[in-house]
């Protein structure tokens, strides 16, 4: 149960992503800085399973996870957290080294998920796993990426692309006004959402420019006026490995 949206900048791009959970599921670490097989990167860490729902790194490449049904399929027997998923490629250079990685690897254990890859000067690309095979989509325009829902979700993926589309003139201060909205009214339907078993359990904001990448990091929904922390990098330039 998530939401993401995103808009390209004159130098990169900027990213934000609603985190709904069950109430009684432990409280995500804060982001902090890391280094993996050489590449420097920022995320936020899964208190429970380990692993993360986001993260950025040097590259100025974003990778996150939104939970997907199963839609009837069989659930693993022993599955594997897909957070652990997201943090295995978090030293990918690119959406393209994402998509190999994928490729090689025994999905199986997983339940099904859409991840989002989002680098600068590209489309965003879904990664969608159904339990049986990967499928590719591209987002070109600016404003909803993807959203899910353990209940009502197709209605619930309508209401939130309608308030999405409803922006005149799409900005990230005005996508990031949606991510704290209760539009239409607050409750399972509202992107900042609520409901008596789950909730908006925090906010992330993932800046790219030229020169550096940043994460912002909201414990608790967005509406609960928490004072967001920070992680910020300096961003290699393309083409060089450091």
């Known amino acids: 149960m998530c939401t993401a949206s995103w808009i390209d900048t004159a130098d990169g791009y900027t990213l934000f992503f609603n985190r709904d959970e069950q109430r009684s599921r432990a409280v995500g670490r804060p982001p902090r800085r890391m280094t993996v097989a ?10 429970e399973a380990g692993g993360t729902w986001i993260g950025v790194n040097e590259h100025g490449l974003t990778v996150c996870l939104l939970n997907r049904a199963p839609e009837g399929r069989r659930s693993p027997s022993r599955p594997i957290s897909r957070g652990l998923l ?17 490729d090689q690897m025994a ?7 859409t991840l989002v890859t989002v680098e600068p000067g590209h489309p965003v690309i879904l990664l969608g796993w159904d339990g ?4 590719r989509r591209l987002v070109t325009q600016p404003g909803l990426i993807a959203t899910s829902s353990s209940i009502e979700a197709e209605a619930i993926r309508l209401s939130r692309t309608r308030l999405f589309d409803s922006i005149a003139y799409p900005s ?12 239409p009214s607050a409750g ?38 928490a004072a967001p922390v920070s992680c910020r990098l300096l961003r290699l330039e393309a083409g060089v490995t450091a």
């Open 188 to 225: 399972a339907h509202s992107i900042c959402m609520h409901r008596s078993d789950a909730e908006t359990v925090s906010a992330c904001r993932v800046d790219v420019t030229s020169g550096d990448v940043a994460l912002e990091y909201t414990a608790g929904a967005p509406c609960g006026g």
């Open 38 to 47: 050489g590449v420097r990167l920022v995320a936020p860490e899964d208190a």
């Open 172 to 183: 990230p201060a005005a996508l990031q006004a949606l991510h704290r909205s209760h539009l």
């Open 132 to 135: 049986l095979a990967v499928t």
């Open 86 to 102: 997201v943090a295995s490629l978090l030293d990918c250079r690119s959406t393209a080294e994402v998509r190999t990685r994928l």
């Open 107 to 113: 999905l199986a254990p997983y339940q099904p998920f």
